[in-house]
């Protein structure tokens, strides 16, 4: 089955600790890109990338930390810089032109809470 | 101001009724405008894509949009338990490098009562 997976489902940091989530899509799509949900409140990109080696800052970088190394693969380290982690974070895709690739699609989310 | 309103709700219907959700927007960049929902603590799935404005039907779901108007809808006929979530609006504008960005709307959250 094709999709995006997202790991860990829950995930807890302590104080002063950086915690890398996963993100692995098998849909063949260039683009990739990390969000962050807060109650009550819309998505909000943290960081996108159109192609392997490259990525681009969202509008909410700051404390987040990304790496393109593969297709295939997209992880979001939450560094100790942000001091307000506690969120669901997800991961979208867009398909290759020029098959909709305005559209995104959703892995499950990952839950961060901080201890 | 938001780039996009979106009620959060919640709404509360019978089963069997008809819903209405709305967004207005006020950039006029966007160019295309999805649906997606979202069941608690998942992933939003994608449920319409529309470009112009008119109306756009899939099963029980139609997707309108009012350029003129910067507003959008979604309507569910025959509406089920089953449909309730939290639905956003997103709305997407081309940036300098040829990718998209979307933009959401908080979400409404829908509850259909059996």
């Known amino acids: 089955d094709g999709g995006i997976t997202q790991s860990p489902k829950y995930l807890f940091r302590k104080e002063g600790q950086n915690v890398t989530l996963s993100c692995e899509q098998n849909l063949n799509h260039d683009a990739m890109y990390w969000y962050r949900q807060d109650p009550g409140q819309g998505l909000r990109l943290i960081y996108y990338s159109q192609i392997v080696n490259d990525f681009q800052k969202g509008d909410i970088a700051e404390g987040y930390s990304v790496s393109r190394e593969k297709k295939e693969s997209f992880p979001l380290t939450v560094t100790s810089a942000q001091k307000n982690p506690t969120a669901f974070y997800l991961c979208a895709s867009s398909p290759v032109w020029p098959h909709m690739r305005e559209t995104q699609y959703f892995g499950p989310g990952t839950r961060l809470l901080v201890l | 101001q938001k780039e996009v309103e979106q009620d959060p709700g919640p709404l509360s219907v019978p089963e069997g009724a008809i819903v209405s959700l709305n967004c207005t927007y006020s950039?006029?960049?966007?160019?295309?405008f999805m649906w997606y929902r979202q069941y608690s603590r998942k992933g939003p799935e994608l449920l319409m894509y529309t470009y112009s404005s008119g109306n756009k039907e899939d099963g029980r779901f139609t997707a309108q949009v009012d350029k003129s108007s910067k507003y959008i809808s979604l309507f569910i006929r025959d509406s089920q338990p089953s449909d309730s979530a939290t639905y956003l609006c997103?709305?997407?504008?081309?940036?300098?490098?040829?990718?998209?960005?979307?933009?959401f709307g908080s979400g409404t959250r829908l509850l259909v009562r059996p």
């Open positions: 997103a709305m997407s504008r081309p940036l300098m490098d040829s990718s998209y960005k979307l933009i």
């Open positions: 950039n006029s960049a966007f160019q295309y």
